[in-house]
């Protein structure tokens, strides 16, 4: 699967832009990327505070019958990110915190945040 990247220098929530691109311009899959995000969002409505420097972004993409659900991905995202980052930074004190943390040296790096939204009867996943 190909995904197109979606560069943006200041942007309310990586997501929310996603759900904007899936409900409003018809796109399947993609990826957001900004600089700056100034109304991110956590897990439960929680505010994510956004400082310059860090990642902001989201992927999305229809899931698929051969797919694992969405509440498989929730355990799944959080291996691979981990995963990757332990293979950038073998010598990282790295931990998960379930269900959506990932922690260096017992700070938070990393929130995963997922939904799922539905158009014409197919559910994207927004990581």
Known sequence: MKFKVYRYRKIKSTNDEAINLIINKNIKN?????????????TFGKKWIAQRGNLFGSVFFPLKDRYPNFHEFSFIN?????????????????????PN???INKKKVCGILQ??????N???LII
């Open 122 to 124: 197919l559910d994207y």
């Open 30 to 42: 993609g990826y957001i990327h900004s600089e700056m995000q100034t109304s991110g969002r956590g």
């Open 78 to 98: 959080p291996v691979i990110i981990y995963t990757v980052i332990k293979n950038l930074c073998s010598s990282c004190n790295l931990a998960l915190k379930w």
């Open 101 to 103: 943390d990932i922690l």
């Open 115 to 120: 939904e799922v939204i539905k158009k014409k």
